[in-house]
T-cell receptor
């Protein structure tokens, strides 16, 4: 069956522009996660959705970051007024029960 | 707060050598423990997991035992192959929770 998909796969944007990153989870998975992976670093937890609700947004690095999930399916991570330090790979994962996670291929964001 | 510490890489081994990648954790209660693997150019995928003390997770010749007394979950393989070259991540999540804590990752190179 189809896995987790993310779009775009690569995004180059100018500093100060807004970007939207999309995640399509595996059908039927109620849990959805966003992570950030900077070069040579581990995964930084950003936000988690159970259904359409995000119980904990404390992992978002700043108020320039926001995320939403609609219909218990697709999720969008939005970064406003991008900065160079936002350059990273943004990973999405979904899970049927909030335990074992299935990852997408990621979106590589480069802010110039 | 919770944390996961992995041995720093890169680890370079010859084919058929024995592999150990150390992972220790700090957490309250009894989290579930995971090893994820990221092959070159691919997304993260679950390698193995253990959900309670003394459980042994195993897959593809890799294994790890949940040691509560030493708060460890070391990854081992008796004979590595070139195809095992990848980045390995140790992670934990609390039962019923959602925030997943990942280690920084350990890069493994296996030479023919």
């Amino acid at each position: 069956g189809a896995g987790v998909s993310q779009s775009p796969s690569n995004k180059v944007t100018e500093k100060g522009k807004d970007v939207e990153l999309r995640c399509d989870p595996i059908s039927g998975h109620t849990a959805l996660y966003w992570y950030r992976q900077s070069l040579g670093q581990g995964l930084e937890f950003l936000i988690y959705f159970q259904g359409n609700s995000a119980p904990d947004k404390s992992g978002l690095p700043s108020d320039r970051f926001s995320a939403e999930r609609t219909g218990g399916s697709v999720s969008t991570l939005t970064i406003q007024r991008t900065q160079q330090e936002d350059s990273a790979v943004y990973l999405c994962a979904s899970s049927p029960w909030g335990d074992e996670q299935y990852f997408g291929p990621g979106t590589r964001l480069t802010v110039t | 707060g919770d944390s996961v510490t992995q041995m720093e890489g890169p680890v370079t081994l010859s084919e058929e050598a024995f592999l150990t990648i150390n992972c220790t954790y700090t957490a309250t209660g009894y989290p579930s423990l995971f090893w994820y693997v990221q092959y070159p150019g691919e997304g993260l995928q679950l390698l193995l997991k253990a959900t309670k003390a003394d459980d042994k997770g195993s897959n593809k010749g890799f294994e790890a035992t949940y040691r509560k007394e030493t708060t460890s979950f070391h990854l081992e393989k008796g004979s590595v192959q070139v195809s095992d070259s990848a980045v390995y991540f140790c992670a934990l999540i609390h039962t019923g929770g959602f925030k997943t804590i990942f280690g920084a990752g350990t890069r493994l190179f296996v030479k023919a």
